[in-house]
């Protein structure tokens, strides 16, 4: 059968790529100064943590992030950058999708009460998992250009 337009791995590489958008664009449109001087986003998310029904998820918050939000703030915000440029540049691309996904995970288990939300994480996770089991580095990537993976 004959392909159209672009071959199979052409098309994941544009899925990867606009996964990768979609990660710079979150980064792009959150308020740095406010994640990183007021912690609002942290405190956004502890407030969110305070009434999860799962009892797990409380406990992990106050475990992991509430000892540090300045620190996780920074992790964050920063995670998604490098998760967008990797997957855009397709550098080190299986680790970004790896990366991804779990934080898209993170996100997904954070917010269960708001489905609204759910819809994105669940496509990018979907994307990501797509993308690492489909190999969306072999094409039109830095990890292509230099034989890595």
Known sequence: ??????????????????LGLWWLESWRHKDKKAWFERGSGIAWAADVAAKHRWRAVRAGFETVVAPRPRVLAYVVVYAELALGLGLVLGFLTPVALVGGLLLNLVYFVLMIHDWAEQGQNSMMALISAVGLFGMAWQSWSIDAAVGWF
């Open 1 to 18: 059968m004959d392909t159209i337009w672009l071959s199979g791995d052409q098309w994941l590489a544009v899925l990867r790529i606009g």
